[in-house]
């Protein structure tokens, strides 16, 4: 405490909380923290080999509640990160004001966006959100909304505060099939097309 005399023992009245820190995923630098340890063999990403995932690091200029709620709202993807906005064929312009389902769980909760795509069926999204800051979201479908995607994979976010007014997000991406894996190209171009640029 450099504002503190050197004989001062205020020092043995204050502390500062620690929680237990593992490493993993340690080829995108991840250091791990938590108030309750957890193993890193518990969070799927870190179980995927180094060929089947990416993570990168984008800033935002928000407070971490605006930032975490805008990743957690579905309904926004048909007008804020839409490339087709003109284009009635592309999945989230036939319904922008999708379904929701929710079910609370003791992580956070679950919810199920449905779309309906008249003659087509409908097109569903399941996202979790685990408290405080983290939500994840398959992404099982091509995104014309039928067929199976190139790349079937896993999607998330943490959202970590810097301050007040800023925000750090961690976006993970893995595929859970062992048969495809994420290539650097492929992943370099699905940064690119939500804008963010790699970061090492």
């Excluded at 190139?150 to 993970?172: A, K, Q, Y």
């Amino acid at each position: 405490m450099p504002s503190e005399p050197p004989d001062s023992l205020f020092k043995t009245k204050v502390t500062i909380n620690a929680y237990p820190t593992w490493k993993a995923a340690t080829s995108s630098g991840s250091t791990w923290t938590a108030r309750v340890a957890a193993p890193a063999a518990e969070l799927r990403m870190v179980r995927a080999p180094k060929t089947h995932r990416g993570v990168s690091k984008t800033f935002e200029d928000a407070n971490y509640l605006q930032a975490l709620e805008g990743g957690l709202d579905t309904a926004h993807s048909s007008f804020a990160h839409n490339e087709k906005l003109g284009d009635m064929n592309w999945v989230r312009n036939r319904d922008g004001a999708p379904r929701l389902d929710v079910e609370r769980t003791d992580y956070g909760y679950t919810y199920v966006s449905t779309r309906n795509l008249g003659a087509d069926g409908k097109y569903v999204r399941v996202y979790h959100y685990v408290m405080p800051a983290q939500q994840m979201r398959g992404g099982v479908t091509s995104w014309t909304g039928t067929g199976k995607a190139d790349v079937p994979r896993l999607d998330g976010h943490m959202w970590v505060p810097i301050d007040d007014e800023s925000t750090c997000v961690f976006n993970m991406i893995w595929s859970y099939d062992e048969n495809v894996p994420i290539t650097p190209e492929w992943y370099a171009g699905d940064e690119a097309r939500w804008g963010a640029a790699p970061t090492t």
